[in-house]
């Protein structure tokens, strides 16, 4: 699997999926409409922040809260290629890797990076590498069924190509 | 092995799992409603699914925007309503039939002792008051699910959670949790399952301990679950419901125990914008509010009706606040109608809606505007959880939201208490 690289985009703890996509927008039923509203209860510079930045870089329980799959869904379609976290709350880890956005935990990550350092993400060679500082992270291995959902691109491609579970 | 570890060993066919271990379970109940559902059904028939794997073992229920408040949701609603007819589904419960869905499961009865009931809603754990394995999980499980009925778990260690000595009113089983979620905080049960137990929690009415086991997932929680008792099989007797019953190993390995004294816990708040941001009602009294909210499916049933009627009847909220009363289902509504206390409840100046999510999340049925502040019963506190971003929710017992009612400004409720 090639390694993901891009810049951070700092964020702080407890990320929560309010914060990310407000539950009054939830009602349309066409997710890609949201974007717009990507994280605007928290910083409404998140938009302009990302056309420079995509990888998310935060810190403990990021995606806490609601289960609402909007919220990965949404960082995705705004343009976010990857989340790296210390840890990640686990309907939000779950949601995705199901709808394959890389959620990889990397021990302390927020105090290895800033805004805008370059990050790469190898998950083959278990380690998320800050390319500005030279700082390597170890990661551990994803566990079964999940690298296989990842690698699959998500469960929906995931469990068509499989069958079942 | 612990309660949640049997029930995983049992929904997998092994004699045994341990922490750590993935396992894949066949799952006995899957609930959705009218806001994650309609991405989960799309996401079933973009699987290539076509037939649920068990109409009987799906549950649709409207909570969260009833009755629509605009377009897009009452078309979410059709949109759900065809899905129920078209696969069967006799679970359904429509605006007006049913109530907040983590409700409906336990007072149904639908959700059963040892089974594993997963939910397209993160409070699903809620569930966990009858000792169910209760899980949240976002629509493209739960597509996965209704298409295969089963769902991968890892095994999660368990916390257990002693609460000793006896609660005494005014303060309930709101303020246990608060400062349980404080001492925890919001990401310290993270991936785990958390068992409350003790003496005061063995005394505690089911809808009481569904308040406890309601915000385990705020402590970051897999689940949140108490062990089946007398408690419990009065509940099912009562709904002529059969239950298996598991329990604890009494040699079973916990994670760790952390103790609580009922007798210390005073009545609890968790200040603006974290779940653990708690702290003692009496800090920060005086606070002014704006609106007070009843409700939700951490605090919208009678129990909780009734100490906050006691604390409101015969008295008139302060002129300048809102209060909203939610109850948790149109049966807890009706009861109450019975008991009398929505005539009291309105004679001190509140605003009696039907039984939603709507407020707790922003969506519908008191809205916060800016700088607003609303004391609340629900589980959520985050920056603009209820409304305008700037808006600011306090989380505390029904007990000191209609004391807080009444005065304008946080209240602790020992003060309207005699």
Known sequence: MNAIVGTALKLGDDIDTDAIIPA???TSMDTSSLTEHVMENFDPTFKMRLRENRIIVAGRNFGCGSSREHAPLVLKAAGVQAIVAENFARIFFRNSINIGLFAVEAPNASSSFNEGDGVRIDIDHLEVRNLTRGICISIKEFSEPVLSILKAGGLVRYLKAKGEW | MTLSEKILARASSRSSVSPGEIVTCDIDLLMLHEITGPLAVQVFEEMGFKKVWRSEKVAVIFDHNIPPSDVNSAQQMKFMRSFVQKQGIERFYDVGRGGIAHQILVQEGVAKPSSIVVGADSHTCTAGAV??????????????????GKMWFKVPSTVRIKVVGEVKEPITSKDIILEVIGRIGASGALYKAVEFSGEAVSKMSIGTRMTLTNMAVEMGAKTGLIEPDEVTRKHFQSLNEHIEVLTSDKDASYEQTQRFNSFEIEPKIAAPSAVDNVMDVKDVEGERIDQAFL???????????????????????????????????????????????IEKLVNSGAAVCCPTCGPCLGMSQGVLAADEVCISTSNRNFVGR?????????????????????????????????
């Not at chain 2, 999980?137 to 295969?148: D, F, K, M, N, Y």
């Open chain 2, 131 to 148: 000792g169910a394995f209760a899980v949240g999980v976002g629509s493209t499980e739960a597509a996965a699910i209704l298409g295969t």
């Open chain 1, 24 to 26: 009054r927008y939830l």
């Open chain 2, 386 to 418: 209820m409304g305008e971003r700037s808006s600011k929710v306090y989380l505390a017992s029904p007990a000191t939201v209609a004391a807080s009612a009444l005065a304008g400004e946080i209240t602790d409720p020992r003060r309207f208490w005699n």
């Open chain 2, 295 to 341: 409700g939700s499916c951490t605090n919208g049933r009678m129990e909780d009706l009734r100490i906050a009627t006691r604390i409101l009847e015969g008295r008139r909220i302060h002129s300048r606040v809102r209060l909203l009363v939610n109850p948790a289902s149109m049966k807890i509504y009706k009861q109450a109608v019975q008991e009398g206390l």
